[in-house]
């Protein structure tokens, strides 16, 4: 129903409704017990009214025999009847008959014989024509009634007696029964009074012609002393008849009309009253109505707005009741997804960093360029950026971004976007530039990497590659003209140019690479990994005491890979999380093996940064030891200085609780990274491996034997054993050995193994005791 | 005399009277006497019925006679008086107030107007009939006067009995009258002798219209 489909319709149409229902109703009602009170009233009033009249009547008749009486007592008059004459006699009668009203007079004899009547029809001495008014005179000394007379007209008579003293004769007068009659009672008594002879001939009536004429016509000799209904010239009437003499009744009406102006008059007044009360509900309902839906509208409105996500206009709705609460419930939830969104798209479409747009938005950015014009894509990678972040910790590698990225942001060309890609690579997107241009652009940036940027009063220099890839000639999206542009950086950054452009450089690495992490997965589970040990020699006996696990990759098609070709990228993705595990297994394994043989060797596995931040190392270690047996002093776990650095006070616990167990710990490649001396000493580790690069060049740089030499005393001096690794030539270990490095390891002792090897050339090692 | 005699035997039947008139008729052709006794039809003693004796064939010789009707506590005195022709009635007043008498009677038709006291001229009533006199200013007084041309007639009293003494014997009509009398009763005619006659009436009346008089108010007006 259309009626029904606003809320403001349906409040409004149920009110009026409802209202215009009820109103009907006490009108229905009204006009029902209206009519049937005007007629219980009306018939009231006409019984009333008919006893009113009947008292009347008496009283009229008492008061025309008082009146007659009192007329007789006149002793003049008395004196003139007694005279006999009857002119004299019928004068009198005139006369006298003429002072209260009478039209008719006559004299009768005690005897019944009428003696003088001033009607002219009289004939003297006949008989009076009344005779029950006469006896009932002579037995009451007075009476009187109705009849009708010779002339046809019906008269109100009296009957008096006069007295000389002694009753003398009777006087008979007549009061005419006619329409001032009619109108005089009528008025007394408030009803319309017709007089009606036995013939149907009106005699006298208050009604006007008309009504008198159609009263004539209605058959009443039904009506009687009960109340019934009629209707005359159209209007209803209730009406009674009365006895009036032996041949005459009165028929009383009562006009309805009279009881129903003043209900009518309250049912118009009720009417307007209604009218007037549902035109004020309407206009009041629909206003009420348009109170609640118009903010409800409103509400709508902005919820359609939200919905489509337009956060820009405030929900309006002033009003203190629930809908300015759920108004205000709208506004804040307005504001509050204003908020979000804007923050998801801050999270989205920026680096939370450096506040610069990430490579999600530059991506869109450049999907948003008109995809026939020219655009280049310019990668900028940091050097030496690791080893800063590295030294000097990441707060401050990030805050050197963070100012990167403003100088950068400074240099972008109107038509362009800078971003973040990740780590230390930021690129610029640059619409329509020529090859020229480019070189320029990236000829500013690195002049303005040139000038040394400024932490905490510490200058640090910040130098950069550039790769720049060309739209459409190295590619149509982002990921092809990325990657080309990173490789070109990467080729500039080996080559130290500044940088590069992706045409010169070509298409870069194999992509093997990219294939890598679901080939490791693979290999995983096809067991191509597999470990190789590489013996630990002590050098003041002699003896192998240990032996460092090495991974290596025994790739179907590629060959034997060494752990340089993928651990790092393992790392990079996270892969390390599922390799370690497996190289500990295996390690562990192999050392219960061996030591069930009889071999008493150390074997070490090297965790990555990841693997020691790894909360559940500790509990995987706990499992292995127990699960083969195996002394906690049997497995020594190495980690690079680097590693460390990465979550220092992490780290520190997770070594502490490792070391608690009683496992060996070795500071892996000390020397390459930027850990402190005071950090080193609080560290519960065992062993300090010297980084090999010190030891390749040890014969050749005497500066580098000086490291050595003095790392060697400060191990010692921390109570550490210290192992140099990458030793490559005789002379190099007979050094290590004269300088106290109680342990060695490298191509020259034994290249890495597999175990079988190994064990076999355990057994030869022992067999020459003495290399 | 006769009517003097007539009226004390009605009112004072006084032995002396009684005695003159037996004795002046007596004298003259011996004495006869009547007594009436009148009844209602229900065995009620009636008063004041007239009983007139007139006698046929001879009328009495006029008397100049002289009658008094009183108006005593707006009352006349006597209600019914029965003279003869020729008779004067005076109507003294003795009441405070003063009275109008009239008659408008055929058979005699006057009217004194209001006076106090004596009344200025006796009323001679010349005519044989009845006569009603009332009042014109208190209508409930009524007087009944029955003017005859006999010297013997009487009216009953209390007891329904009326007498008449010294009647000469000889033939007469016996009339009886009320002044209420529903039906007239008719004449009897009679022969009297020297014995007592008693005869018995029977008469119906009308009750007599009883018009309220209004008791004195404070000054006995």
């Given amino acids: 129903m259309t009626l029904f489909r606003t809320l403001e319709r349906r409040i409004a149409v149920v009110f009026v409704g409802l209202l215009v229902f009820v109103v009907l109703l006490m009108l229905l009602i009204v006009a029902r017990s209206g009519e049937a009170i005007i007629l219980a009233e009306s018939q009231r009033q006409l019984e009333a009214g008919a006893r009113n009249f009947s008292n009347l009547i008496d009283r009229d008749q008492r008061q025309l025999e008082l009146a007659a009486s009192v007329l007789t007592g006149d002793f003049g008059f008395r004196e003139a009847i007694a005279t006999q004459d009857r002119a004299t006699v019928r004068s009198v009668l005139r006369n006298h008959g003429s002072r209260i009203g009478a039209r008719v007079m006559m004299v009768v004899s005690l005897d ?88 149907g001939a009106i005699q006298a009536s208050s009604l006007a012609p008309t009504l008198r004429s159609a009263l004539k016509i209605l058959q009443l000799t039904a009506l009687g002393e009960q109340p019934r209904q009629l209707v005359l010239e159209g209007r209803n009437y209730h009406a009674v008849a009365l006895p009036f003499g032996p041949q005459a009744r009165v028929v009383l009406l009562h006009s309805l ?65 629930e809908i300015g609460q759920l108004a205000a419930g709208f506004e804040n939830m307005r504001t509050g997804i204003a908020a979000r969104e804007q923050k998801i798209i801050r999270l989205a479409y920026e680096d939370t960093l450096t506040g610069l747009p990430n490579r999600i938005r530059l991506t869109e950015y450049l999907a948003g360029l008109d995809p026939a014009a020219a ?231 090297n965790l990555s940064a990841r693997d020691l931040l790894n909360p ?34 992490l780290a520190l616990s997770h070594l502490a609780e490792l070391a608690a167990i009683g496992l060996k710990l070795s500071i892996d490649d000390y020397g390459a990274g930027q850990a402190s001396l005071s950090y080193l000493k609080s560290l519960p580790v065992h062993e300090l491996k010297i980084d090999q690069s010190f030891i390749g060049s040890l014969a050749a740089s005497p500066k580098d034997a000086a490291i050595v030499r003095s790392t060697i005393a400060l191990g010692h001096a921390l109570g550490l054993t210290v192992v140099a690794e990458g030793i490559e030539v005789e002379a190099d270990l007979k050094w290590l050995a004269a300088a106290g490095c109680d342990i060695g390891q490298g191509y020259f002792i034994s290249r890495p193994m597999a175990a079988p090897a190994f064990a076999d050339w355990i057994s030869a090692h022992a067999a020459i005791p003495s290399i | 005399m006769a009517d003097r005699a007539g009226h004390q035997s009605r009112r004072l039947t006084s032995p002396p009277v009684l005695l003159a008139l037996l004795l002046a008729w007596a004298g003259a052709a011996g004495a006869a006497s009547l007594t009436a006794a009148v009844r209602t039809s229900a065995g009620a003693p009636v008063k004041d019925a007239a009983i007139i004796l007139e006698p046929t064939g001879r009328t009495p ?51 004194i107007k209001l006076y106090a006291g004596k009344s200025v001229n006796p009323v001679v009533f010349d005519k044989t009939g009845e006569v009603v006199l009332g009042c014109n200013i208190h209508d409930w007084m009524a007087a009944h006067v029955l003017v005859v041309d006999t010297p013997w007639f009487a009216k009953t009293g209390a007891d329904g009995l009326a007498r008449i003494d010294g009647v000469p014997a000889g033939t007469y009509r016996l009339r009886l009258w009320h002044p209420r009398q529903k039906v007239a009763t008719p004449d009897r005619d009679l022969s009297l002798g020297a014995a007592v006659r008693r005869i018995e009436f029977t008469v119906d009346l009308t009750p007599r219209l009883i018009v309220p008089k209004p008791p004195l108010d404070a000054g006995g007006y």
């Fill in chain 2, 61 to 111: 010789p006029p008397v100049r006679a002289r009658a008094t009707i009183e108006q005593r506590d707006r009352e006349f005195i006597p209600y019914l008086s029965i003279v003869r022709k020729g008779t004067s009635i005076e109507f003294p007043n003795h009441d405070p107030v003063k009275h109008h008498i009239y008659s408008f009677s055929p058979a005699k038709v006057f009217e």
């Fill in chain 1, 375 to 605: 655009a280049i894509v310019t990668v900028l990678g940091l050097d030496r950026f690791a080893p800063i972040n590295d030294a000097l910790g990441h707060p401050i590698g990030d805050r050197l971004l963070q100012q990167v990225g403003v100088r950068l942001a400074g240099l972008l060309p109107p038509r362009g976007m800078l971003a973040r890609l990740w780590g230390d690579e930021f690129a610029f997107v640059v619409e329509s530039p020529d090859q020229e241009w480019a070189r320029k652009f990236a000829a500013s940036v690195l002049a303005a990497l040139r000038e040394p940027i400024e932490l905490d009063g510490q200058r640090l220099d910040v130098s950069g590659s550039l790769g720049i890839a060309f739209r459409p000639a190295d590619g149509r999206d982002m990921d092809a003209l990325l990657r080309r542009a990173e490789l070109a950086m990467y080729s500039a950054k080996r080559r130290q140019c500044g940088y590069a452009l992706a045409g010169d450089v070509g298409d870069g690495p194999p992509p093997e690479q990219l294939s890598l992490i679901g080939e490791m997965r693979h290999a995983l589970e096809r067991r191509e990994f597999v470990l190789h040990y590489q013996p630990k020699l002590a050098l003041a006996s002699g003896r192998v005491v240990g032996a460092e696990a090495l991974v290596r990759w025994q790739h179907p098609e590629r060959g034997m890979m060494p752990p340089a070709r993928f651990i790092p990228f393992a790392e990079q993705t996270g892969f390390i999380r599922e390799i370690t595990p497996w190289l500990l297994e295996e390690v562990a394994a192999q050392a219960a093996a061996w030591r069930q043989r009889g071999m008493a060797v150390v074997l070490s596995a």
């Fill in chain 1, 112 to 199: 019944g014989k009428v003696i003088v009547d001033t009607q002219p029809l009289g004939e003297a001495a006949r008989a009076f024509p009344f005779g029950d008014l006469l006896r009932a005179a002579q037995q009451s000394g007075r009476s009187g009634g109705v009849a009708l007379m010779d002339d046809a007209l019906l008269y109100q008579i009296v009957i008096v007696p006069i007295m000389a003293p002694v009753r003398i004769a009777w006087v008979v007068m007549g009061f005419p029964v006619e329409d001032a009659w009619a109108l005089e009672f009528s008025r007394a008594s408030g009803l319309d009074v017709s007089v009606i002879t036995g013939d």
């Fill in chain 1, 616 to 649: 559940e190392l500790v509990g995987l270690m706990r499992k292995l030891l127990a699960a083969h047996e195996l002394p906690a002093a049997a497995l020594c776990l190495e980690i690079t200085e680097s590693a460390l650095m990465e979550d220092p006070a």
């Fill in chain 1, 257 to 321: 009309e009279h009881s129903e102006a003043a209900f009518r008059e309250l049912e118009r007044i009720l009417e307007i009253i209604a009218g007037a009360g549902i035109a004020l509900f309407v206009v009041g309902s629909f206003g009420l109505a348009r109170r609640i839906a118009g903010p409800l509208n409103t509400l709508a409105r902005a919820a359609r707005r939200i919905e489509a996500g337009d956060y820009s206009q405030a929900v309006a709705v002033e009003a203190p009741d």
